[in-house]
């Protein structure tokens, strides 16, 4: 349900008598650090507490926090593409009503979330200034290691949320369907144009490729349905060397469906060809140990339902190479 609390609309909104509340303090100074502007905007902040004889008011913390402030804070952007709220919403929702349920998946600590109908506003912790992450680059590659990491923060996510129906979670509509099948209305725009990146002639057919995306969202097993990160490419993922683990973040794409979408795409997207023809097997094999370790049904390869299902959602990687080059050219 959405607050009628107000909620910064531009960054400039992000005052100190509004922050502190939401982290828990009752004096600080906050210090702007920089901002990432994209499809939703990332304000980084420092908050120094007040001290009041000697001590921090209102908290324990005795150091300054780095604060990472997420929302759609680009008023314009959201007037002319109003369905990105949704999108900031929906990862509100995710942090407020699922995170909790996944302790085993490794997230930005989440000190408040909110929403409204006008914004939807995340309030975590700065984890590059803080621990150390580096986030991908989401045209590179990760060695095999790293990546059955990151299909075991999947599997967590997946294990916990095993069945999950639509009448349960009607935050989680069908936006993802609707999302990929209007960007393929848009196909000379998105894929066609001079300056669009090079694909292969068949992925030209507008009609061809929609037909399959079509195919593949009316076939999906529902034995395999739980809730997904949803945009699990190597970009939303980031690594430390101090803490040792991979994050996986970006999460306004979250929907139910089949487990193995996120799992084909981000080994599509993480390891080089020859990574992935050496060990895609071996990656697949961990992810479904670390399912079932973790709560989730006992797979296996031998289930030739599970290896169709695993082949239909490599089209995962087609669908959202669409929204990637959309991206790129409207926003």
């Known amino acids: 349900m959405a607050t009628t609390a107000t909620l910064p609309k531009v960054p400039e909104d992000i005052t100190a008598e509004w922050l502190c509340p939401k982290i828990g303090l009752q004096n600080a100074t906050i210090t702007f ?17 007040e001290k009041a004889n000697g001590h921090p008011t209102g908290s324990n913390t005795k150091e300054p926090l780095d604060i990472c402030i997420k929302g759609g804070f680009n ?23 699922v995170a909790p349920i996944v302790p085993r998946l490794n997230l930005p600590e989440k000190f408040w979330a909110s929403k409204n109908s006008e914004n939807a506003v995340l309030v975590m912790k700065d984890v590059a200034a803080s621990d150390g992450y580096v986030f991908a680059d989401p045209v590179g590659t990760w060695p095999v290691g790293r990546v059955k990491l990151v299909v075991e923060q999947f599997a967590a996510l997946h294990a ?3 069945g999950t129906q639509a009448a349960h979670t009607p935050w989680l509509d069908n936006h993802y369907e609707a999302s990929v099948l209007d960007l393929c209305s848009m196909w000379d725009a ?10 292969p002639n068949y992925m030209k057919d507008k009609k061809l490729m929609t037909n399959a995306i079509e195919k593949w969202f009316s076939t999906r097993n529902p034995q395999f349905q739980c809730i997904l990160h949803g945009d699990a490419h190597l970009g939303n993922t980031a690594w430390s060397d101090v803490m ?21 795409y981000f080994v599509m997207t993480a390891l080089t060809p020859e990574d ?35 082949c239909k959602s490599l089209m995962a990687g087609y669908s959202w190479l669409w929204m990637t080059m959309t991206q790129s050219r409207f926003f």
Not at 294 to 310: A, H, I, K, T, W
Request: with cysteine; net charge negative; aromatic share 12%.
């Open 33 to 49: 650090k920089r901002l990432i502007a994209g499809t939703a905007t990332l304000v980084f902040m420092t908050v120094t507490p």
């Open 276 to 310: 992935r023809r050496g060990n895609e097997m071996a990656v697949l094999d961990h992810y479904l140990m670390k399912l079932h370790a973790f709560g989730g049904p006992q797979l296996s390869r031998d289930n030739p339902e599970v290896m169709e299902e695993y």
């Open 190 to 199: 998105i894929v066609l144009a001079e300056d669009r990146p090079p694909v």
């Open 160 to 162: 916990a949320t095993w």
């Open 75 to 97: 008023p314009s952007m959201l007037a002319r593409f109003p369905f990105l709220l949704s999108l900031f919403s929906r990862e509100v929702d995710f942090f407020n009503n």
């Open 244 to 264: 040792g683990i991979p994050m996986v973040v970006d999460w306004q794409i979250v929907h139910l469906g089949s487990c193995f979408t996120d799992i084909a």
